[in-house]
């Protein structure tokens, strides 16, 4: 028996009589870009961040941008965000105009080090991004205070994060503002590209609104300069099905995470849970020195696994002008060791119970 590292097939299965619903009222409107379903989708959103406003976008990484120039981020600033991060939160922030200032990573929760902020905060810093990285949510208290001294903004990259919290608030609703991604795989997936800033803030709302439609204010009236990043009914009104289970799927993927944890600690490094942090195992990461060894062990084993992420930011050709030779160590480390399980909502018993095995037996414990 093989164990998939994702099958989506099966979310849609169980959901099909409610997406093919969703879909057939969109179908029948008059509807496609904008108007009711969007709106309502954001608002139904906002309140599951617990925050007062989202703006759906065309997706994640738009999302990060926008939020930034919505905050009046751009040309000349700096924003700080972590080295062991996908491409995309750095792409973004290059697409508001900044430049990207990589730090390294608390070894343990694999979210941005506080502490390396002091070091890496300049004249020029104007706003941190941190990554929820995995699915657990970033100390964004400790960001928060010294973005509050050095007068900095926090936007939360919450792509990998819907639902996880920390201290009982939600992500969406720690930092200045956040970003999510609708990413077909994500916790909370489009049936395509998707994405939503997250504020509390209703100023910096209708900016990322006006941003989002060309920079116009009502119709015809460009009032800033901006883009064509939307999310449209479709995604939207799907979305709206799925949102209804992402509390019980995010309880199922921790069950699996608690199962994976306890039957492999001895064996392998797993994910560490920070204090007060409600996790939502976007991801299942596990740490092994023969990393390759071991992802070639449960290849054989019929078990899919994938890396996340291979390289570090720096380690990219297109971005080795972000090294700083010596700072991102414990990043560069987590790339050579870390490997991600399957995990999902809809992974059987039986299939835990083999991944869990295979690992056990590629380890040679
Ligand atoms: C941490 C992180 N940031 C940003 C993104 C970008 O999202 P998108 O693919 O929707 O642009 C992703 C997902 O791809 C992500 O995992």
């Not at 730090?103 to 979210?111: C, F």
């Not at 064509?228 to 995010?250: C, F, I, M, Y």
Request: one cysteine or more.
């Amino acid at each position: 028996m093989t164990v998939t590292f994702l099958d989506l097939r099966r979310q849609h299965r169980a959901l099909r009589a409610e997406l093919d619903g969703a879909l057939a009222e969109v179908l029948d409107g008059d509807r496609f870009i904008g108007g009711a379903r969007v709106e309502a989708f954001e608002r139904e959103f906002a309140g599951f961040c617990g925050a007062r406003e989202a703006v759906g976008v065309a997706s994640g990484t738009d999302a990060i941008e926008l939020a930034l120039r919505a905050h009046g981020i751009g040309a000349g600033d700096e924003v700080i965000t972590v080295a062991n991060t996908c491409v995309p939160t750095v792409a973004g922030i290059e697409a508001a105009g900044a430049t990207p200032v990589l730090v390294d990573v608390d070894e343990r929760t694999y979210t941005l080090d506080p502490h390396e902020l002091a070091d890496a905060t300049t004249a020029r810093t104007k706003a941190i991004v941190p990554v929820h990285l995995y699915g657990q949510c970033a100390d964004v208290e400790s960001i928060s205070a010294h973005a509050r001294e050095h007068g900095l903004v926090v936007v939360e990259d919450a792509a990998q994060a819907h639902g996880a919290a920390r201290d009982g608030r939600r992500a969406g609703s720690l930092g200045d503002a956040a970003s999510f991604s609708f990413y077909p795989t994500k916790n909370l997936g489009a049936l395509g590209d998707g994405g939503a800033i997250v504020t509390d803030d209703p100023e910096v709302a209708a900016r990322a609104r006006e941003l989002r439609s060309f920079g116009e204010r009502g119709r015809g009236e460009a009032v800033r300069k901006g883009t064509n990043s939307r999310l449209d009914p479709l995604q939207a009104a799907l979305l709206s099905v799925k949102l209804g289970r992402l509390d019980e799927w995010n309880e199922r993927r921790r069950e699996i995470a608690q199962r994976y944890r306890l039957a492999l600690h001895d064996t392998v490094t797993v994910p560490e849970e920070s204090p007060g942090a409600y996790h939502v195992y976007h991801l299942f990461v596990i740490r092994f020195p023969r990393r390759d060894e071991l992802a070639r062990g449960l290849d054989e084993r019929g078990i899919g696994t994938l890396v996340h992420y291979p390289r570090a930011v720096h380690q990219h050709p297109a971005y080795a002008h972000l090294a700083r030779p010596g700072r991102l160590t414990r990043s560069e480390r987590l790339a050579a060791e870390v490997l991600s399980l399957p995990l999902y909502p809809e992974l059987s018993e039986h299939e835990a119970v083999r991944v869990v095995g295979a690992t056990l037996g590629a380890c040679g414990a």
